[in-house]
């Protein structure tokens, strides 16, 4: 949370906070990225907005929850993706929700409920070129029992304009940048809710939400 203890024990700028769960820099808020939680500046409200000319489409079966991309631009030089940028987005939740069962979609089985009670995912991805925290090992196989608040969850994704599938359990690195281009940016959480009659899939929901962004010269 952005104004934590700034003691010694608190992380620093783009350190991962997982472990001390506050960060150093007062500007900055311990942010759900991939597998790990990293200190980020915070963006709040009234920064946020729903709109934007490059969000392409949202979609939820889980009534009461979205997902929702906030506002930033819709294009970036290279030089700019090369320093680093932040794709904000938040899950939205309308009413409490109980008996969730998020389902983890990275390889290894190891993503873990966020704050919300959901798992999200996320994907840049076009022409070839994909960027995803998709493996980082292989995990013991779990199940999860969660409950959604109501409330806005507000997160970012780190993206220095590079290939990568994630580090898997043996340290792979970045590949090579994304060229100039319009690429597609895909959120998903998906799972089942207790309780829910429905026939066809027995309570199953999918959330999703797609923007796209321009790399310029």
């Not at 500046?41 to 489409?57: K, N, R, S, T």
């Not at 898997?168 to 809710?193: C, I, K, R």
């Given at each position: 949370?952005?104004?934590?203890?700034?003691?010694?024990?608190?992380?620093?700028?783009?350190?991962?906070?997982?472990?001390?769960?506050?960060?150093?820099?007062?500007?900055?808020?311990?942010?759900?990225?991939?597998?790990?939680?990293?200190?980020?500046?915070?963006?709040?409200?009234?920064?946020?907005?729903?709109?934007?000319?490059?969000?392409?489409g949202l979609t939820s079966t889980l009534p009461g929850a979205a997902l929702t991309f906030d506002?930033?631009?819709?294009?970036?030089?290279?030089?700019?993706?090369?320093?680093?940028?932040?794709?904000?987005?938040?899950?939205?939740?309308?009413?409490?929700?109980?008996?969730?069962?998020?389902?983890?979609?990275?390889?290894?089985?190891?993503?873990?409920?966020?704050?919300?009670?959901?798992?999200?995912?996320?994907?840049?991805?076009?022409?070839?070129?994909?960027?995803?925290?998709?493996?980082?090992?292989?995990?013991?196989?779990?199940?999860?029992?969660?409950?959604?608040?109501?409330?806005n969850y507000y997160h970012q994704i780190a993206w220095d304009g590079r290939n990568w599938y994630?580090?898997?359990?043996?340290?792979?690195?970045?590949?090579?940048?994304?060229?100039?281009?319009?690429?597609?940016?895909?959120?998903?959480?998906?799972?089942?809710?207790?309780?829910?009659?429905?026939?066809?899939?027995?309570?199953?929901?999918?959330?999703?939400?797609?923007?796209?962004?321009?790399?310029?010269?």
């Amino acid at each position: 949370m952005p104004g934590n203890d700034a003691g010694q024990t608190c992380s620093g700028s783009g350190e991962s906070c997982a472990a001390s769960g506050c960060c150093r820099n007062l500007s900055d808020e311990c942010l759900a990225q991939g597998n790990d939680r990293v200190c980020l500046e915070a963006l709040q409200p009234p920064f946020y907005d729903a709109g934007g000319d490059c969000i392409v489409g949202l979609t939820s079966t889980l009534p009461g929850a979205a997902l929702t991309f906030d506002g930033a631009p819709c294009s970036y030089s290279q030089a700019e993706i090369a320093a680093g940028i932040a794709i904000p987005y938040h899950e939205e939740i309308d009413m409490p929700i109980g008996g969730l069962h998020p389902a983890q979609g990275d390889a290894g089985g190891c993503q873990l409920p966020d704050e919300a009670g959901l798992i999200v995912s996320y994907q840049i991805s076009g022409g070839g070129q994909q960027y995803c925290v998709c493996d980082v090992g292989l995990c013991a196989a779990q199940s999860f029992v969660t409950s959604a608040a109501v409330g806005n969850y507000y997160h970012q994704i780190a993206w220095d304009g590079r290939n990568w599938y994630g580090p898997s359990d043996t340290g792979n690195p970045e590949g090579a940048p994304f060229p100039v281009g319009t690429y597609t940016v895909t959120l998903t959480a998906t799972g089942a809710v207790e309780g829910v009659p429905d026939q066809t899939s027995g309570g199953a929901f999918t959330m999703t939400a797609t923007r796209t962004i321009t790399i310029t010269p």
